[in-house]
C-alpha cells in the first residue's frame, strides 16, 4: 500500500495533479496523498534505517533553514510557513524511497514510473511540435511576429518558444509544474537514463534491447529537443564518468569532446551558442548571488526570494549560490550535510574494492516459486552496476544543477534515496562497511560548504578573465 502511494504521489508531483486528476485538483488531492502515505508510513519508521542516515538530519536541517530564511530575511512569519510548505513535498522524497522502495524490484518500478513520466511529456511535446511545423521541417520554424510570446507559451504548455542567437524561433519541449522548463526537464531526462540500465540482464538481447536500448534512445531525443545546454554538458560529463574505468580518463575526455563536437553539429541546442561571452547574463546572476550571500551570510535573503534582489529579477542558474543567497551558511551546510553522504554511498557501492561478495540472495523472497527468469540476485557485481549507474545518474543532476537554480527540487531528494538504498541492500548482505559516522560527516560538510563557495567565486574569475 505504501509502495503504490508513493509511486502515484510522485507521478503526482511530476505531472501535476491538474494533468491526473482533471476537475478533482481543486480537491488539493496531492495534500491528501501525502497525509495517506504518511498514515501508512508511521508504523515503518522504527524499524527503518531512515533515521541512521545523515541526510535525514540534513533534510530537518534544510526545513528549518527554510523558514529561519523567511523569518531573518523577510521579516514575515506567514511567509516562512508557506516557505516551509513549499520545501517539505519536495524533501518527502527522500523519505519515501527509503522507506517504501527497499528492494532492486521496487527500484526498478520507481525508475519506470519516471520512465512513464518522461515519455508522457515528450509524447505531449512532440505531438505539439507536429501541429507547428510540417513533417521533416526544421524546428526553427517560424513564428508570427505580431504573436505574444507569453500568450503563445501559455496556449502550448508543453512546448516553449523563444530566439536563438542567430534569430530565429525555437521551440523546446518542457513539463509542467516541477519541470516547467525544458532545462529542468532535460535534468530528469539526464537522470534517469542511467538508471534504465537497471533492467539490463546479461545475455537477454531483445529484453535489453525493448526495455532498456530503445527508451533510452527515445530519452536522449527528448533531451535534444530541450535544446538545453545544461544538459548537453551533463550528458558529456556522464559520458566521461562512464567510459574512464573502460579506456582510462584521457581517452573518455577524448570521446566527449567528440561527441560535443558532434552534438553542437547537429545543432544539439537549437543554435543557442555554448561560450563565454553567451553566458555573460548568467555569470553575471552569480556575481549578484555571491554579492547577496555576502549582505546576508548566515541565513540569507529568504527561500525562493532571491529574484527579488537582481537586476533582472532572476535568480542565479546555479544551485550553489541559490541556496547560499536564499538561504545563508546555515542551509548550505545542511544542502552540503545531504550531498556529502550521498555521494559517498554511491561511491562506496559503486567501487568494486568496497564491496565484497557477502551473503548473496535472492532481493525479494517468496513462499511461491518463480520463474527463473523472474529470479535476480544481488551479488558484489550486482551492487557494483547499481552503484555505478547512481552515480552516473548523481552526476548528470549535479553538473546540470551548476547551471541551474534547482537546488531543492524533488530528483535531487529522490536520487539520495536510491543512494541509499543500493547502500543499505548492500549492507544488509554484509557486502560494504557501515555508513560513515555523525562524527566524520558533520565537520566534512561544513568544509564542502565553503569548498563550493570557494570553487563557485574561483569560476566566476576565471570566466570574468576569458571574456
Not at 536541517?61 to 511567509?79: D, E, N
Not at 519541470?179 to 529542468?184: A, G, R, S, T, V
Not at 542551509?331 to 568496497?354: E, I, M
Amino acid at each position: 500500500m505504501g509502495f503504490a502511494l508513493t509511486i502515484l504521489y510522485l507521478v503526482t508531483n511530476y505531472l501535476t495533479p491538474v494533468t491526473l486528476f482533471g476537475p478533482l485538483a481543486e480537491y488539493r488531492i496531492e495534500v491528501i496523498l501525502a497525509a495517506l502515505i504518511l498514515l501508512v508510513s508511521l508504523p515503518k519508521l522504527p524499524g527503518s534505517f531512515i533515521f541512521k542516515t545523515p541526510q535525514s538530519l540534513a533534510l530537518i536541517g534544510l526545513a528549518i533553514a527554510t523558514i529561519l530564511s523567511v523569518l531573518f530575511g523577510q521579516h514575515w512569519a506567514g511567509g516562512a510557513v508557506k516557505a516551509f510548505l513549499d520545501f517539505i513535498p519536495n524533501a518527502f522524497a527522500f523519505f519515501l524511497v527509503c522507506l517504501h522502495c527497499n528492494s532492486k524490484r521496487k527500484l526498478q518500478a520507481l525508475v519506470a514510473m519516471l520512465l512513464f513520466v518522461c515519455l508522457f511529456v515528450i509524447a505531449r511535446g512532440c505531438i505539439d511540435l507536429r501541429h507547428l511545423a510540417p513533417q521533416g521541417a526544421e524546428v526553427q520554424a517560424g513564428q508570427s511576429e505580431r504573436e505574444d510570446p507569453d500568450v503563445w507559451n501559455m496556449e502550448h504548455p508543453y512546448l516553449l518558444a523563444m530566439a536563438s542567437n542567430q534569430g530565429q524561433m525555437i521551440y523546446r519541449i518542457r513539463g509542467l509544474g516541477l519541470i516547467n522548463d525544458p532545462n529542468d526537464f532535460g535534468q530528469l531526462l539526464v537522470c534517469v537514463t542511467p538508471l534504465l540500465f537497471f533492467f539490463w540482464r546479461a545475455k537477454k538481447l531483445v529484453f535489453n534491447i525493448v526495455l532498456v536500448v530503445l527508451p533510452a534512445c527515445v530519452l536522449l531525443t527528448g533531451v535534444y529537443l530541450t535544446h538545453s545546454r545544461g544538459a548537453l554538458l551533463a550528458l558529456m560529463a556522464m559520458a566521461v564518468v562512464a567510459a574512464r574505468r573502460r579506456i582510462g580518463t584521457v581517452p573518455a575526455l577524448v570521446l566527449a569532446v567528440a561527441l560535443f563536437a558532434g552534438a553542437m553539429a547537429l545543432h544539439f541546442t537549437g543554435g543557442r551558442d555554448i561560450s563565454a561571452e553567451s553566458g555573460a547574463d548568467r555569470t553575471s546572476l552569480w556575481g549578484q548571488g555571491l554579492e547577496i550571500f555576502k549582505a546576508h551570510p548566515l541565513f540569507g535573503v529568504g527561500f525562493g526570494n532571491m529574484g527579488d534582489y537582481t537586476d533582472t529579477h532572476q535568480t542565479a542558474h546555479n544551485s550553489v549560490v541559490v541556496c547560499a543567497a536564499e538561504l545563508g551558511l546555515f542551509g548550505l551546510y545542511f544542502w552540503s550535510l545531504f550531498l556529502l553522504p550521498t555521494v559517498r554511498d554511491a561511491l562506496t557501492a559503486a567501487s568494486p574494492a568496497k564491496v565484497t561478495e557477502g551473503e548473496v540472495v535472492a532481493p525479494e523472497e517468496s513462499p511461491f516459486p518463480q520463474p527463473a527468469w523472474n529470479v535476480q540476485t544481488l551479488d558484489k557485481a550486482a551492487i557494483n552496476r547499481l552503484g555505478q549507474l547512481v552515480v552516473l545518474s548523481l552526476t548528470g543532476f549535479l553538473v546540470a544543477a551548476w547551471f541551474l537554480s534547482r537546488a531543492y527540487v524533488l530528483t535531487f531528494f529522490l536520487l539520495g534515496g536510491v543512494a541509499e538504498i543500493v547502500f543499505e541492500v548492500a549492507l544488509e548482505r554484509k557486502m560494504i562497511a557501515s555508513r560513515v559516522r555523525f562524527s566524520q560527516v558533520l565537520p566534512y560538510s561544513g568544509v564542502l560548504a565553503v569548498s563550493l563557495l570557494l570553487l563557485m567565486y574561483l569560476s566566476l574569475r576565471v570566466l570574468n578573465l576569458v571574456r
